[in-house]
């Protein structure tokens, strides 16, 4: 009996040797891929334990942690909704969102460059202090951008053309980030679930990484740069200036804004064009450059790459294999030419920085509790986009534009300003998307600016992009140059 | 003999590892106080004194009734049954005054350690009354019938219960057991008598074929009926954990009473084909072994009744990591049944997977004192009852954790000794009273046996 009784004893063994493999291979093996599961909230438990560093703009928080008397130790609290495109949110139960996820290592103090205080804090018992994150935002610029949209939908985003330095960044309509840092599971859902129902969707980043959006005119700046590049063209070269233009191979009629010839004259140059916005003359430069130089340009300027200012912005698109019809419709930004406001901005910081793009960000610095600075970015090239010559020629048709032509809504009193305005159709019927997008000082640009409004501004398809989007840059760039 | 090396007294060294369980125990409770309310209460005292002085008790009526008793069992199951009363007090001590729905919180601990208590104090009884052992063989019938009594007892209307999906529980008034608990004993006790008297036929009667030998169709008998009533169990109670450990422990000990692997080989085909017959037809079966194969999909998890217990237990697990948070450092209230069912999930979030592989092997040692009094006895009463409750305390907890840790699909059992619940703690300290007697009259060095 003695042997059987030696057996059942293996088989004892063997249960318990395979209770000894699943419990390592789960509480060590598979330990990272289970906390990293997005069901699992006890990293973000863990995290609320951290006095989690602010966001802070001009040295005051818009996003901080303040105690709190019950389990969760700290509630998660935010200045203004309009901070939230930035912000993003930071939840118990719905996770983080904007910079709250971005920069979540940093915040709570679990980045590899806190590897001392961590170590620190496993020594002295006391939790790890998060980081804190001053941003670049202007507060009196982005209050001015957020002011100025209004009740529209829509976005605007400011840059500092010389540094990339993000001065302002607004996306409407804002929302409450308080309403998702509440210690109630049932309340964060059910205040989660009413925005992210809202029709109006303020979850949505416009600014960044909304759907993108239709450029319309403004793409005839990177049309425009491409054709001084290429050396075909420079901004006297006379172009057709038909009434209507019937796009090669197709039965499609186009029209300039407005029908009619753009400007009256039977030709045009590409400098008045551009002044004009006129459509059909940019049709058939576009059709005539080819959509292979037209993209190449387009990506200098940082179409189809995934800028990160930390946040990830949603690349901008201009599309591939057009035939020639298609490829007329996309110089005049329509067709499937998709772009988010901070890639315009972008182009017009890059034209205002002389042709040298800047690599756009939010980050000032980066300090810990005790004042030590983990990460303060300096201005950083993105590329050369194009050369310093075509640079001072698009800018001075910009500001021929906002002087004497199409734009003239984003004209400041006794400053040059440059700028172009958009209004892109979204079908038939469909309100139109309106733009402007620009920079001043002309001759010392100290900001960049795009401005996109949704929905043809609640005008349907009487809003322009002059009539609406231009005055809200204005003021942005006002105050900017009133500091 | 295996009892080569003496070590001295086995009371004074008993004690001696008492006092040792009685100081980590106290250790716990502060430990846990002072990391989740910040400061010590003196309630300590109320959870830590009752088990302790019972734990004494029960030690000094060995020194007067059972003095040479193995010396290790009783510090291990009260190791491991205050280890449970620490995380089921550090469950409680995090709940709020009034919960979110209006009502008082329901709590564990101060149960547990009365359970506790009386589960103790039946087993000192046990200790004193149960004089040999031995005397168990004459009551083997009425251990039959007392089984089959308790495992019919949850299908009584009235009070009968269902508990998530199975339906172990009676309830009468306030209180609530699970008598399949006590039935594992006294079908441990009948299995053992019935096999001493009948082994010999069924270890020697049948023809040989292919060298193995057949039992005659009469002596398979006694296995189909007990096929039956498990899966009389599984289809009537729907738990396949309390199925199988039924079935198992009779094919365990068949098999060491008659050495024949036959009758494993073939029980277990019938259990195994007799389970997935279930597990087709019963959908509840059949969403045990979904949520065990895979977990993390994400309409298991969501399914009523799916993985979303099973998948936050890993997550406790996975963050417990190496060393664990610390004993009332982690969130173990975030798996649902972390008190009971999932309490080794508890215990490996906040003990680490050295905790656990601690309380594996503490498991282990107990299991392995079982299997050293079965060997060192020389009757095969003794033999088959040690060997039995040995192997009740290993399956079991092999099923509740292996369904925990994915081994196996989930089951309704309770963790022995550790988790939450009057029925099993009596029913474990009972099988300690009966294996303590037991070792008592292991034969001695130098004392002729037969």
Known sequence: MNREIKRVTILIT???VSLFVAASTIQVISADSLTNDRRNFRPVYDSYKVLRGSILVDNQPIASSVSSNDEFRYTRVYASPMYSALTGFYSYFQGRAGLEGTLDSYLRGSNSSQFFEQLNAIFSGNPVTGASAELTINPKVQQAAWD??????GAVVAIEPRTGRILALVSKPGFDANLMAVHSGSQSQANYSTLLTDRN???INRAIAGDLYAPGSVFKLVVASAALESGKYSPTTLIDNPATYTLPGTKTVIHNSGEGKCGGAKKVTLQQALKLSCNIPFAQVGIALGQDVIRAQAEKFGFGDTVKIPMTVTPSVYPTNMDASQTGLSAFGQFDVRVSPLQIAMISATIANGGLAMQPTLIDSITTANLQVLSAPTPTQYGRAISATTAERVKSMMVDAVASGVSSNGAIKGISVAGKTGTAQNGPKQPYTLWFTGFAPADDPKVAVAVVIEDGGGMGQKGFGNLLAAPVARKVMQAVLNQ | MARVRQLGNPRNIEFALLLLVAGLYAFELAQIQLATVLVLRNELILYWAPPVVLAFVMHLILRLRASEADWLILPIGLFLNTLGISMI????????????SGNAPDLFAQKQVIYTAIAMAIAAAVILLVRSHLSLRKYIYVSMAAGVLLLLLPLLPVIGKTVSGARLWVGIGGFSFQPGELAKIALTIFFAGYLVSRRESLAVVGRKFVGVRIPQARELGPIVTIWLASLAVLVLQRDLGTS?????????LIYVATARPFYVVVGALMFVTGALIASRLMSYVGG??????????????NAVGGSYQLVQGLFGLAHGGLFGTGLGGGLPQLVPLAESDFIISSLGEELGLVGLFAIFALYLLLIARAVRISVQHNDDFSKLLAIGFGFVIALQFFIVVGGVLRVLPLTGLTTPLLAAGGSSLIANWII??????ISDSVPRLGVVAE
């Open chain 1, 14 to 16: 063997l249960m318990f």
């Open chain 1, 148 to 153: 100025a949209l209004g009740d529209m939908k």
């Open chain 1, 201 to 203: 969707r303020p979850l």
């Open chain 2, 89 to 100: 007090y550090r469950l409680d001590i995090i709940k709020p005054a009034i919960t979110a």
């Open chain 2, 244 to 252: 199988l450990l039924y079935f198992a422990i009779f094919l365990v």
């Open chain 2, 288 to 301: 045990r072994v979904d949520s065990w194969l895979d977990p993390l999909n994400e309409a298991t998890y």
């Open chain 2, 432 to 437: 300690i009273a009966l294996l303590l007697r």
